[in-house]
């Protein structure tokens, strides 16, 4: 069983950064594909940022030159650098993980619970 853990969100003036982690537990980490996503009530969930099992990634327009997803193999973490925060921003933020199967799907099997990010102008 996959088990994904967020954390770092947090409340932040506009302009603000926060790094958002996620613990994901299991041994064959590398072989992920990873990604961040964003909800907010009464909106469909947003994919935020992608990371692939070798390193290449992908950003919604809205967020590009203004994130930055990474990982960290060895400690099996995935993170999430937000700078130059939105009031827009705000939304729950969820990591998520789908087994490599020589290339990334859309759909993601793994999900954490989520952090929230919030963001005031």
């Known amino acids: 069983q996959v088990q994904l853990v967020e954390s770092g969100g947090g409340s932040v003036q506009a302009g603000g950064s926060l790094r958002l982690s996620c613990v994901v537990s299991?041994?064959?980490?590398?072989?992920?594909?990873l990604a961040w996503f964003r909800q907010t009530p009464g909106k469909e969930r947003e994919g935020v940022a992608r990371i692939g099992k070798d390193g290449d990634t992908s950003y919604a327009d809205s967020v590009k030159g203004r994130f930055t997803v990474s990982r960290d193999n060895a400690k099996n973490t995935l993170y999430l650098q937000m700078n130059s925060l939105k009031p827009e921003d705000t939304a729950m933020y969820y990591c998520?993980?789908?087994?490599?199967?020589?290339?990334?799907?859309?759909?993601?099997?793994?999900w954490g619970q989520g952090t929230q990010v919030t963001v005031s102008s």
């Open positions: 998520a993980a789908d087994p490599w199967r020589g290339y990334c799907r859309s759909g993601y099997m793994y």
């Open positions: 299991t041994y064959s980490y590398s072989s992920y594909c």
